[in-house]
């Protein structure tokens, strides 16, 4: 059985792409440690990769980055660190997370390393266990939102009113469809409740949950000419608000009911499992529930009836509402609440029929929401395309990929861009899914889908419109987006180092050429034509030139860091690189060594088994292990993921040009 010395779990509620983006962050953080790992994904095709109870009880530590629950209780007593998805999408990211993971105290808890960070992070843990649990049941609730929205749109295609057995354009098969839609549509709120309560209380709360959310819909049934509460007479629901309230509610009567029948002798196992527990939860869930109904139906009415009122404040206000809640997080929590509430909405919509003003208000909801999400994606992809030089070849290719998935509404695909630059990248899609929302509201768009982009347009009304309307709002954030890439390379350009003459020994006939000191290559410190029998000569190499440098006070100490960190792992890549780094406190100064070999160097361990050619070598003083060394070690590694770097580097015999192209990316 394999052992792996971290193990991971990654979910996000639409497991659609931050589940994987978190894996592939994690699997490349691990490697560029030399450790290995194995990273279980809940996406929406279920658990994939799943972890074994040995593999679990081998690892070094665990790292669960997830907005949904992933059982964190089997990993208690591991060293441990949890957090949202969203905070391990970088490699960076990523590998700060294995290092605390590393670092944690193991326990019964779900812990974070005892930094000034975590204990920020342990504050806001709480919130973060509420969303996950929310979470939870959005990620089952979406599909049967969109598998009912999409077939109830469907059924538009062969009439407005085609499902109507007294209509002119009645059809039996759309009318089935509609059907079907509808049933699906309907279980929005009860799965929604049930997994909200599953996610805190497991399997015993999923009874309760679901009684949670038919009261949600229903309300409290009451006889319209007695005014009394009567099974038969009619109540007002009170949506998705209840069904989150009567999730939450039901998972922590659960945990109360667990201590209550705790101390029942152990045969009552199995009464308490089928017995005990559905029947005192969904009692108490039931009557809580119904007894809220009035002022649950009075919170649901009001926030309605404040959409309502902000749309009549015009489209510009509602518009850059939605298109800033959609952009500022790319699928992230206050995407989600977005997106859900546009799809309460919609069901809302669907459920008053067609032509009635509740139907037209929350289709052009929709239809703004789908917009402003579908905006982003292709803003990188037009930025990709028209700035092309202003990007790396990995975002050249992951923006065309994302034409794909901006079309198919996919928000996530933009987070990379982001990601590395916030400020002003942020903005610039917060500005773009806004025009595109707003536009959508004022071109009177109305899309009864509540899911899959571009895919839907036989059935949103004024389709060619909402197609223009994104596309204005991805050209304008993209021409911004561009013009910030031009900007951004322009000035690294002019900040790249400038050979600088310095006195040269007496010795010496000619200057050598001297980077500024800011930069952590400089020229003299890049060594083109090196030949070495062994991956031990070439660090001995670079430990003796560190000392000639001033960079390090002992050579020894420098080349003993250096083997410690290879018992650790190799530090071999893959195409002929290798990263070796040495923290010790007999480097004086962060600096970066350069050695090429044309040969190879080889017993080198590298990922693809091809010999050592180059060698950029990381020193770091040991006060700086935690924060220079694993900057410079994550930027290095980003740059070696990049096709035109590695050329560069490689192929280039010139030490100038070499330490310009590394220093460029250690900006």
């Not at 929310?134 to 538009?156: D, E, I, K, Q, R």
């Not at 309760?208 to 005014?227: C, D, K, R, Y």
Request: hydrophobic content about 50%.
């Amino acid at each position: 059985m394999a052992k792996f010395d971290i193990i991971a779990a990654t979910g996000c509620p639409t497991g659609i792409a931050h589940t994987f983006m978190a894996k592939e962050a994690l699997e490349k953080a691990a490697a560029e440690r030399g450790l290995t790992i194995k990273v279980e994904t809940h996406g929406q095709v279920g658990v994939e990769n799943e972890l074994t109870k040995s593999e679990i009880s081998g690892a070094k530590a665990v790292v669960v980055a997830a907005d949904k629950d992933v059982q964190a209780e089997r990993f208690a007593g591991k060293r441990m660190v949890s957090v949202g998805v969203s905070k391990a999408l970088s490699v960076e990211a990523a590998g700060k997370l294995i290092d605390r993971a590393l670092a944690a105290k193991g326990d019964d808890s779900v812990a974070a390393a005892a930094d000034v960070e975590d204990e920020v992070e342990e504050k806001e843990s709480i919130g973060h266990i509420i969303y996950k649990h929310l979470m939870n049941g959005v990620s089952h609730m979406l599909v049967f939102v969109v598998a009912g929205g999409v077939l109830t749109a469907v059924s538009f295609l062969w009439g407005i009113t085609s499902f109507d057995s007294t209509a002119s354009d009645y059809n039996s098969f759309a009318a089935m469809l509609k059907i079907i839609g509808g049933i699906a549509m309907n279980l929005m709120v009860p799965v929604l409740s049930a997994y909200i309560a599953e996610s805190i209380g497991k399997r015993p709360a999923l009874v309760p949950g679901f009684v949670a959310g038919m009261i949600a819909i229903q309300g409290l049934p009451v006889n319209a000419e007695t005014g009394m509460i009567d099974a038969g007479g009619a109540g007002v629901g009170f949506g998705f608000l209840g069904g989150i309230v009567g999730g939450f509610l039901a998972g922590y009567v659960i945990l109360l009911l667990e201590k209550v029948f705790s101390k029942l002798p152990k045969n009552l196992d199995g009464l308490k499992a089928i017995f005990l527990y559905p029947l005192f939860s969904t009692a108490i869930v039931g009557l809580v529930m119904l007894g809220i109904s009035g002022p649950m139906a009075a919170i649901n009415t009001a926030m309605m009836d404040f959409l309502k009122g902000l749309s009549a404040s015009g489209a510009i206000v509602l518009g850059l509402a939605i298109g800033c809640m959609c952009a500022v997080d790319m699928g992230g929590p206050v995407n989600k609440a977005a997106y859900v509430t546009g799809t309460a909405m919609l069901t809302e919509a669907l459920a008053a029929g067609v032509g009635t003003d509740t139907y037209n208000f929350g289709t052009n909801f929709m239809a703004a929401v789908s917009a402003a999400c579908i905006v982003p994606p292709l803003i990188t992809t037009f930025a990709v395309v028209v700035g092309k030089k202003y990007f790396s070849q990995e975002d050249h290719d992951a923006g065309i990929v994302n034409l794909i998935l901006g079309c198919t509404h996919i928000t996530e695909g933009a987070i990379p861009f982001m990601t590395k630059n916030i400020w002003p990248v942020m903005p610039i899609m917060m500005l773009g899914s806004s025009i595109a929302s707003i536009l959508t509201i004022m071109f009177n768009v109305h899309d009864p889908a509540p899911h899959g982009g571009f895919l839907v347009l036989p059935v949103v009304e004024n389709g060619p419109l909402w197609v223009l309307a994104i596309l204005i709002g991805a050209v304008v954030g993209g021409i911004l987006f561009v013009a910030f890439k031009k900007y951004d390379f322009e000035k690294n350009q002019k900040a790249a180092p400038a050979a600088k003459p310095v006195e040269a020994p007496k010795a010496a006939a000619v200057e050598a050429p001297k980077a500024e000191a800011a930069d952590f290559v400089k020229v003299e410190n890049v060594f083109v034509a090196e030949d070495f029998a062994s991956r031990d000569e070439a660090l001995s190499f670079v430990s003796n030139q560190a000392v000639k440098a001033g960079i390090a006070s002992d050579a020894d100490a420098v080349m003993n860091a250096f083997l410690a960190r290879e018992s650790e792992g190799t530090t071999g890549m893959m195409e002929g690189f290798a990263i070796p780094h040495a923290k010790s406190d007999a480097i004086t100064e962060a600096a970066v060594i350069v050695v090429k070999d044309e040969s190879g160097v080889t017993g080198w361990d590298t990922m693809d088994g091809a010999p050592v050619n180059v060698a950029i070598a990381l020193l770091i003083p040991g006060a700086q292990a935690g924060t220079t060394h694993l900057k410079i070690l994550s930027k290095v590694a980003e740059a070696l993921m990049d096709e035109d770097f590695r050329a560069t580097v490689k192929g280039s015999t010139d030490a100038a040009e070499i330490a310009k192209t590394i220093n460029a990316r250690l900006v």
